[in-house]
């Protein structure tokens, strides 16, 4: 494990200690309801998948002020590091558990992302986030990142039947969050499973795409 | 403070310190969803807080064994030590919060219960719970306990719309928790918000009355 890497850890291991925190067995099975409720209600599995991602993304829209205010987190140099921001403290402060990211090939054409700071200071202002400005050009760094989480606790306790298992992707709300956090810091991003334990894989993976760097928009009270 | 709250809390502490823990934020949003999604589905505010306290009841059915496995309880050999259990042991370990119980007065009649010992054994085996035998019949001991949740973390965040605020019973999903958990030790409970911080009253309580002790069903495999 790199030195950034082992840094990240203790910064999560940090922002963790100082969360309000409750048991994970209470939340995975909640969650769980929610995903009963959502099937039953729905029907059609694909809405069900569009629902919890929509769902996470109201909810990363609001957690990013969290993640600010407790991670202590100075702007990001580029998404790469972004990325390992999400994989070594992000999750950790809110599930509990560390992921891993590693370069992928990205399947959309992305116009202009390749280097950037994504401001993410400790001020949950808006009008903070996410100037856009040049700050590395290294070709080592990707537009696209696949996020392994060993450790999903959401897949706790789940058993998909036959019938859901290559159509439900049940932990689909963790893509809506990670949406929903990076376009609050200006990054339009698509996320998106593409492994996952309950379907038998080994892992589950998240792929993050970045899409676009948003244009801050600054209202003048003048 | 009773010595023997006390005790309680620090077995609480102990137990909430061995869970697996996730942030309370992630928990409350997560769950402010799933509310939201429920108005929308079923309009009708009392189909809504049925629905909650039915999810409730299936957690409750499940948690049961991470409570007997994580809290190395023994016996309560009556109902209030029962009520003061779910207060400073249930609560901590699965919200990180402690309550505090009175007693109350019953709205039901109830038979044959004054006395009885719960086995809240440290085994999860269905065949070793809930034998009813007398162990107490102090004039203290009431069948009705009022479950003071001076701070219940499902209202962190929350204000409800005007429309909603004397119909929504939005935590209901306690009561349904509280209610199946005691169902696995042989104790019918009814239990009902009495007040809630999101109607503007001081504290959240919840009324929990023992309806009846239930029989064990031993089923012989001779």
Chains 1, 2 share one sequence.
Do not use: W
């Not at 001020?123 to 590395?136: E, F, I, M, Q, R």
């Amino acid at each position: 494990m790199s030195l950034d890497n082992r840094r990240l850890g203790s910064k999560g291991d940090t922002a963790f200690a100082n969360m309000d925190k409750i048991s994970c067995e209470l939340f995975v099975m909640t969650y769980g309801a929610l995903v009963t409720q959502l099937i039953k209600d729905l029907k059609d599995i694909d809405e069900v998948n569009s629902k919890l991602e929509e769902m996470g993304y109201s909810i990363g829209c609001r957690l990013i002020d969290e993640f600010l205010s407790k991670s202590q987190t100075r702007n990001c140099k580029n998404f790469h590091t972004t990325c390992e921001m999400i994989a070594k403290v992000g999750l950790k402060m809110f599930l509990g558990v560390e992921g891993n990211i590693r370069k992928s090939t990205p399947t959309n054409n992305v116009a202009n992302t390749s280097s950037f700071s994504t401001s993410m200071t400790t001020s949950v202002s808006t009008s903070n986030l996410g100037t856009a400005t040049p700050s590395s050009t290294s070709d080592d760094i990707s537009n696209c990142y696949i996020l392994e989480i060993p450790n999903n606790p959401l897949n706790d306790f789940v058993e998909l039947p036959s019938q859901f298992k290559n159509k439900l992707i049940y932990s689909n709300i963790l893509c809506g969050v990670i949406r929903g956090a990076l376009e609050m810091v200006q990054l339009k991003v698509n996320c998106k499973f593409t492994t996952c334990k309950l379907k038998d894989d080994d892992c589950d993976r998240i792929q993050i795409e970045l899409e676009e760097i948003l244009e801050d928009v600054f209202e003048d009270d003048d």
